[in-house]
């Protein structure tokens, strides 16, 4: 048992190694980005065609705060022990895992992939969808930043559900209501994450303007999806990093979603995790219907819009 404990510490620790040291290094010759995406590089014109989302995205379902975003094993204890210690099976583990960092096929498609689109899979809608017309953002289960045991809403399993930040599924005395738009990030890899960042940038402007505050009109939650369990360790052990660099308030709607290889695959469809370095941010409100919907880098016009209409929906 101590054995088997080692060796996957051991394994896990020298594949955390040779990611950092490879996975980022292979964007070293990323290409710059398209004029607004569309358009031109390096002098030729792009053969790339982005279109603008012109339907409501979401699930069929309104979710509850104990929907899981994973594939349950129902496999008894018993049976989970025996694969533990089935000498096989943990080789065959080891080698898919292997294959999921380092495969080049999978790498360097996720790589054409940024370099054709920058992240872009469509163009923002210039409108956002009516409440009766919207569909559901689904529940992810996940850590926060802050400590579990301060939590009111953690499960049993040490998981809160991102239903409870957006809906006031279990409301307590004296709580204040939760703002009736959440402005939600989705980013799978440091590049997606930089892509979300766009969406804020000029944001004092833009809540002068449209005279919006934080906390009452709107509140922002980032949902971290690690792509490979590796990842998913080292957000883990930079927890404290990641604290000390929001705001407190904000703490608690930072979430980090484990099980990436068992997502539902109606998720990972509806946000297209298959490419990994394609940020989603939504505008999504009280009822958790998605109302708007961006994905990569930040226009300047989907910018505009995109505070334009937290003030509209907020204004319902």
């Known amino acids: 048992m101590a054995y088997l404990l080692k060796s996957r510490a051991t394994f896990a620790i020298s594949l955390a190694s040779r990611a950092s040291s490879s996975f980022y290094r292979a964007f070293t010759t990323a290409s710059p980005l398209l004029n607004q995406v569309n358009g031109k590089n390096a002098g030729e014109e792009s053969k790339t065609v982005i279109p603008m989302l012109s339907r409501p995205i979401g699930l069929e379902d309104a979710p509850k705060s104990t929907d899981p975003h994973y594939h349950i094993n129902n496999k008894t204890f018993k049976e ?29 498609k996720n790589i054409s992939d940024y370099n054709s689109t920058k992240g872009k899979s469509f163009f923002a809608p210039d409108k956002y969808f009516r409440r009766d017309k919207s569909l559901y953002m689904p529940n992810f289960l996940g850590q926060t930043l802050i400590d579990a045991a301060a939590s009111t809403t953690v499960n049993n399993e040490g998981l809160e559900a991102t239903t409870d930040r957006i809906i006031n599924t279990n409301p307590q005395e004296g709580q204040a209501e939760l703002p009736k738009v959440s402005i939600i990030r989705i980013h799978l890899s440091s590049l997606s994450q930089d892509q979300c960042q766009s969406y804020l940038i000029d944001r004092p402007q833009f809540q002068q303007r449209w005279n919006l505050v ?51 695959k109606e998720i990972v469809k509806l946000f297209n995790m298959e490419k990994i370095h394609s940020g989603h941010v939504l505008l999504v409100d009280n009822e958790a219907r998605i109302r708007w919907a961006s994905c990569g880098p930040a226009l300047a016009d989907e910018r505009e819009c995109m505070w334009k209409f937290v003030r509209s929906i907020s204004k319902e």
């Open 80 to 108: 989970r022990r025996s694969d533990f210690f089935n000498l096989e099976k943990n080789k065959q583990e080891r080698l898919e895992i292997n294959r999921e960092i380092f495969d080049g096929t999978t790498a360097a």
């Open 214 to 264: 934080e906390g009452k009109d709107f509140q922002i939650i980032d949902i971290n999806i690690p792509h490979r369990w590796v990842d998913e360790m080292i957000v883990k052990l930079s927890k404290s990093s990641i604290r000390s660099k929001l705001a407190k308030h904000r703490h608690q709607n930072y979430f980090i979603i484990g099980k990436r290889n068992k997502m539902r």
